[in-house]
T-cell receptor, first 114, second 113 residues
């Protein structure tokens, strides 16, 4: 299975809501990533988990809270978001330990904050 | 800030023609990768070229890397309508973490049937 899945595909939420994005992979990858992509822009790295531990946080506001419950799952908890947080949120995975690997991306969650 | 800059920003060609996209980057790299993204979807890894390689082929794709000029090119031969997508180069800058893949701004390719 070489697929990264993400749910939901689309999410609309108000600024006071709490929601979660989910990502799953069964490739045995031990590195997982969250990226944010605005329209007509490249993906920007938000968080990296390596061996289920948070290894990189690219100065992301605390209204975004990542969680890695096990080696196959990655969540992104959302709370009190702003309209400017509307974007495509991409999850990715790769082999860990070995360096500079290719990353496998999910289809993304299109988030709209009202 | 982005490490890579693609050129051109947009490219429109007829089906069957070749498409060439260029990428320039600023610092030394460990490898350079190319990804494709269909509209509003996830990215798909196309090809990886290491810093000690000069050229690599995969099917209809040909990638070159010139580390002295800090540039790379992606050639798609005999293009098809299904190749319509945005193409991003991505690098691991030397000194950055081994997970910190940095993307260029991308080239939007349109292949007209």
């Amino acid at each position: 299975d070489t697929e990264v899945t993400q749910t939901p595909k689309h999410l609309v939420m108000g600024m006071t809501n709490k929601k979660s994005l989910k990502c799953e992979q069964h490739m045995g990858h031990r590195a997982m990533y969250w990226y944010k992509q605005k329209a007509k822009k490249p993906p920007e790295l938000m968080f990296v988990y390596s061996y289920e531990k948070l290894s990189i946080n690219e100065s992301v506001p605390s209204r975004f809270s990542p969680e890695c419950p096990n080696s196959s799952l990655l969540n992104l908890h959302l709370h009190a978001l702003q309209p400017e947080d509307s974007a495509l949120y991409l999850c990715a995975s790769s082999q860990a330990g070995q360096r500079y690997n290719e990353q496998f991306f999910g289809p993304g969650t299109r988030l709209t904050v009202l | 800030s982005q490490q890579g800059e693609e050129d051109p920003q947009a490219l429109s060609i007829q089906e069957g023609e070749n498409a060439t996209m260029n990428c320039s980057y600023k610092t030394s790299i460990n490898n350079l990768q190319w990804y494709r993204q269909n509209s509003g979807r996830g990215l798909v890894h196309l090809i990886l070229i290491r810093s000690n390689e000069r050229e690599k082929h995969s099917g209809r794709l040909r990638v070159t890397l010139d580390t002295s000029k800090k540039s790379s090119s992606l050639l798609i031969t005999a293009s098809r309508a299904a190749d319509t997508a945005s193409y991003f180069c991505a690098t691991f800058p030397t000194g950055a973490g081994s997970y910190q893949l940095t993307f260029g701004k991308g080239t939007k390719l349109s292949v007209i049937p």
